[in-house]
């Protein structure tokens, strides 16, 4: 019997993987409308009906062009970092609930603090093992705004923890029936929006991509494959982190279609905030994670901790 559940949570999880790549590939032809429409001109509309094919023939166009590499990189890094940043972003998905036989575990949050974390470190290789100084500045500039930014996006987490005092996804569902967090902690989830953004290294802060200064950053030496998986896997972490703000502060019922017009809400937003805002100054974002976000958050944590140590008190 126990082998015909890992089969079938293989396949569950396979039927997922595939959906979240399906899913990348039509957020990319929405964002292309999306900033098309912002800039007052038509996105791609030739190839297929209305431009739906667009994407695969991207795909198809990206995976079958040469694959370059540096003379002078460091090989199986620079070959395996792309592949384990793809890897990293798909496996965070595997922290959804489900109340079928898919991976639902009580930890869901520590599983994803801990897998974000590490795709620090594919970044930071891609750009290092380059051995160009474009790719490396690219990669430590990421990497520096990435922790500083985890920093603030774990303490705004742990204000919601100590709400519903569980580390499980589902709990969050059995809190906000009857009111949503985003009203209860409304400066808290525009924090953990601008900080998604950075984390996701997206428009205003897309500075591993400065293209002004930086040749596009760290993955200036990619083509190909290479390229297309770390387009893939940052794509895949906006549509995670669009999901996990939609059950943290928008009362996501797993068994509603507005759960998922919810998700494509909050990644329309991503999308409109890079048509819509200039590139921030690289001291500015630093000054807004440690300066701003960091004391905020930890006042907030301590406000929710002293509610829910009084609230103790009192059922005691």
Do not use: H
């Amino acid at each position: 019997m126990l082998w015909k559940d890992l089969i079938l949570l293989l396949l569950t999880n396979l039927i997922l993987i595939i959906c979240i790549l399906i899913s990348v590939a039509f957020l990319t032809l929405l964002e292309r409308k999306v900033l098309g429409y912002i800039q007052i001109r038509k996105g791609p509309n030739k190839v297929g009906f209305v431009g739906l094919i667009q994407p695969f023939s991207d795909a198809i166009k990206l995976f079958s062009k040469e694959q370059n590499y540096p003379f002078l990189s460091n090989f199986y890094v620079y070959y395996f970092s792309p592949l384990f940043n793809l890897f990293l972003s798909l496996f965070l998905w595997m922290c959804i609930p489900y109340m079928s036989v898919c991976v639902s575990f009580n930890l869901s949050f520590l599983f994803f603090l801990c897998i974000s974390s590490l795709s620090v470190y594919t970044i930071m290789l891609a750009g290092w093992s380059s051995n160009s100084n474009y790719a490396l500045l690219g990669s430590l500039r990421s990497v520096a705004q990435t922790i500083s930014y985890e920093v603030s996006l774990a303490l705004i987490l742990m204000s919601y923890l100590y709400l519903i005092l569980s580390f499980n996804l589902l709990d969050l569902l059995k809190y906000q029936e009857y009111i949503w967090f985003l009203y209860l902690m409304f400066p808290l989830c525009l924090m953990w929006l601008v900080s998604s953004l950075a984390e996701t290294n997206r428009t205003p802060f897309d500075f591993a991509e400065g293209e002004s200064e930086l040749v596009s950053g760290f993955n200036v030496e990619y083509s190909s494959g290479g390229f297309a998986m770390i387009f893939l896997a940052e794509y895949s972490s906006i549509l995670f982190m669009s999901m996990l703000s939609s059950f943290l502060f928008l009362g996501a019922n797993l068994f509603s279609f507005i759960f998922f017009m919810k998700i494509v809400f909050v990644a329309f937003f991503w999308l409109w905030v890079r048509g819509t805002l200039p590139r921030y100054r690289y001291d500015k974002l630093m000054y807004l994670a440690w300066k701003s976000y960091l004391p905020i958050s930890l006042n907030y944590l301590m406000f929710f901790c002293s509610i829910k140590i009084f609230i103790l008190i009192l059922l005691i």
